[in-house]
């Protein structure tokens, strides 16, 4: 029974910054799935799990020596009545014997340098909590970059201080930039880094990285992003750099090249300072049972073949849609890099050899079209500074980049020939819903 006449008011009792938090909108909030399209918008690994799987789904249980039984690729469903191991030893283990390749220090990373959370989400969340005041501590971040930070931020009432890539030198950090802001703000706590960069795909220089960890005075956290690093050349995840620099945190997920995103795993590798830190605010069970098993059979050796195998795939996929993709009248330059299983394109106004331009409607329009009458689902990402009339898009399998490049091909023929006066307005809002999006 509601009670009449009560006290409690919703406005005045949750916290500003939650009541005015725009919320999480995931990519299939756009376009729900039914099991038909083709979804090349939330950078998922279209070739499937990284794990060796039999023809009926099932892991197999024979190891990489082929004559023993992986423990591992059991999810010990009678133990579910007990909580999962809350330390994650074995885990963060596995995860140090991928990491320790010495491309960049001879020290090797141990368990003591992990933080293992839900997603590298619980991992942004955890440092912002861990180092920033509320309401009173600010983050800097590098657009155009992963949304999730700036949510993250809101929800945990911190400021965002926005120093942009350079859009005109294929969006590289600007490491000099950056410093002078630190320099003029000590309140900045955190620094955050996503290399390679989603929207942008470009890998961030080494020594770029290194110039904001020797900036002389400031004291704070630089963090950088590697959800997609395993798409990048071999050697460029820094994660065992954080043997050398006190305040240096690499964020990592099973998520892409691992082709796990429903277990929702990710790591922070950082010194054992801030990896105590961060292990002792989490909640106590915070990886679940079956995820800590799929995820220790994942970095098995017989599992890491399959992942390698899944990634050649997605970059000779990749490769194809570099060469492919500029061939349809109407897709202009890529923009950024071209180091993960994602590339960002430009759609045009008209046609590249009648001097085309970046063109947000066109681009809402082949966005709109492709999911709406091809069912092939890509990402608005236009209104990100830099990213005029931009696409992003996920690499697929053979057949999926096939139907990709045939629909793109028809909707841009369609629209240059049906073009007409649009309503700017209704065009500007649903640009602004659609480059919400944040995965």
């Known amino acids: 029974m509601t009670r009449s006449g009560s006290p409690f008011d919703l406005s005045t009792c949750a916290r500003p910054n939650i009541l005015s938090l725009e919320p999480y909108r995931c990519a299939r909030d756009d376009y729900k799935d039914d099991g038909s399209n083709v979804l090349l918008d939330a950078n998922e690994n279209a070739f499937g799990p990284g794990l060796d799987l039999n023809g009926h789904g099932k892991l197999s249980k024979v190891a990489a020596?082929?004559?023993?039984?992986?423990?591992?690729?059991?999810?010990?469903?009678?133990?579910?009545?007990?909580?999962?191991?809350?330390?994650?030893?074995?885990?963060?283990q596995l995860l140090c014997n991928l990491r320790n390749t010495h491309h960049h220090t001879p020290k090797k990373l141990q368990p003591e340098n992990l933080f293992v959370g839900v997603g590298s989400d619980e991992a942004i969340d955890a440092l912002l909590r861990c180092f920033g005041a509320p309401g009173r501590d600010k983050m800097l971040t590098c657009p155009p970059t992963y949304g999730m930070y700036a949510v993250s931020a809101q929800v945990?009432?911190?400021?965002?201080?926005?120093?942009?890539?350079?859009?005109?030198?294929?969006?590289?950090?600007?490491?000099?930039?950056?410093?002078?802001?630190?320099?003029?703000?000590?309140?900045?706590?955190?620094v955050y880094i996503c290399s390679p960069g989603n929207p942008t795909a470009n890998l961030?220089?080494?020594?770029?990285?290194?110039?904001?960890?020797?900036?002389?005075?400031?004291?704070?956290?630089?963090?950088?992003?590697?959800?997609?690093?395993?798409?990048?050349?071999?050697?460029?995840?820094?994660?065992?750099?954080?043997?050398?620099?006190?305040?240096?945190?690499?964020?990592?997920?099973?998520?892409?090249?691992?082709?796990?995103?429903?277990?929702?795993?990710?790591?922070?590798?950082?010194?054992?300072?801030?990896?105590?830190l961060l292990n002792n605010l989490k909640a106590p069970y915070n990886i679940s049972s079956p995820t800590s098993a799929l995820a220790c059979a994942a970095l098995q050796p017989k599992n890491l073949s399959v992942m390698k195998s899944n990634r050649e795939n997605i970059l000779k996929q990749r490769d194809r849609m570099i060469h492919e993709l500029p061939?349809?009248?109407?897709?202009?330059?890529?923009?950024?890099?071209?180091?993960?299983?994602?590339?960002?394109?430009?759609?045009?106004?008209?046609?590249?050899?009648?001097?085309?331009?970046?063109?947000?409607?066109?681009?809402?329009?082949?966005?709109?079209?492709?999911?709406?009458?091809?069912?092939v689902v890509v990402r608005f990402r236009g209104k990100?500074?830099?990213?005029?009339?931009?696409?992003?898009?996920?690499?697929?399998?053979?057949?999926?980049?096939?139907?990709?490049?045939?629909?793109?091909?028809?909707?841009?023929?369609?629209?240059?020939?049906s073009k007409s006066g649009a309503n700017t307005d209704s065009t500007d809002m649903k640009e602004r819903e659609a480059n919400d999006v944040i995965a």
Not at 72 to 79: E, F, P, R, T, Y
């Open 384 to 417: 990100e500074a830099g990213c005029l009339g931009s696409l992003r898009i996920t690499v697929g399998t053979e057949a999926e980049v096939d139907k990709l490049l045939e629909e793109t091909r028809a909707v841009l023929t369609d629209i240059y020939k």
């Open 156 to 190: 945990n009432d911190i400021e965002v201080v926005k120093v942009p890539l350079d859009a005109t030198k294929s969006f590289k950090l600007r490491p000099a930039a950056i410093n002078e802001t630190l320099s003029s703000d000590p309140l900045i706590k955190i």
């Open 65 to 92: 020596s082929g004559n023993a039984i992986d423990k591992a690729a059991d999810v010990d469903l009678l133990g579910l009545n007990r909580y999962p191991d809350p330390h994650q030893i074995e885990l963060k």
């Open 204 to 276: 961030i220089a080494k020594s770029d990285v290194q110039q904001v960890l020797e900036h002389p005075t400031w004291n704070g956290v630089v963090v950088l992003d590697e959800a997609y690093i395993d798409f990048a050349p071999e050697g460029s995840s820094l994660a065992e750099w954080v043997c050398e620099w006190p305040n240096l945190v690499v964020m990592q997920t099973l998520s892409k090249a691992f082709g796990l995103a429903g277990i929702r795993l990710g790591a922070a590798f950082t010194s054992p300072p801030i990896a105590s």
């Open 327 to 375: 061939k349809i009248p109407g897709v202009g330059r890529f923009l950024g890099g071209v180091d993960s299983n994602f590339l960002l394109a430009e759609i045009l106004n008209k046609p590249r050899s009648q001097g085309g331009k970046p063109c947000n409607e066109n681009a809402m329009a082949v966005y709109q079209r492709l999911a709406e009458t091809k069912r």
